[in-house]
């Protein structure tokens, strides 16, 4: 069984920072893709950054240049610092584990979300 927990989420005021981190535990072989996605309130998930187990990293244009995506794939921890937050950030964010190799089985998973307030 792989589990995905999520932790570092608050409330921040506007312009402020938050650092996200998601650490993947279990028989774990090897994570390829990981990603950080938001739902906000009435809202479809979006993706807001992606990084290869390489290191290649992607992210939506609404967080290019505040947000930056990183891992430490001997720990099976994925992070986001977000900087410069604005109130449309607000929403629960989750963290994606993509084609996760378990034995000889590949599968996805999600974490159970946290939430992130920007509010003055």
């Known amino acids: 069984q792989v589990q995905l927990v999520e932790s570092g989420g608050g409330l921040v005021q506007p312009g402020g920072s938050l650092r996200l981190s998601c650490t993947a535990s279990g028989t774990i072989r090897a994570i390829n893709d990981m990603g950080w996605y938001r739902q906000a309130p009435g809202k479809q998930r979006e993706l807001v950054a992606s990084?290869?187990?390489?290191?290649?990293?992607n992210y939506a244009e609404f967080v290019k240049g505040r947000f930056t995506i990183s891992r430490d794939n001997a720990k099976n921890t994925l992070y986001l610092q977000m900087n410069s937050l604005k109130s449309e950030d607000t929403a629960v964010y989750y963290c994606?584990?993509?084609?996760?190799?378990?034995?000889?089985?590949?599968?996805?998973?999600w974490g159970q979300g946290t939430q992130v307030t920007v509010s003055s």
């Open positions: 990084i290869t187990s390489g290191g290649s990293s």
């Open positions: 994606h584990a993509e084609r996760v190799l378990v034995g000889w089985n590949l599968n996805d998973y």
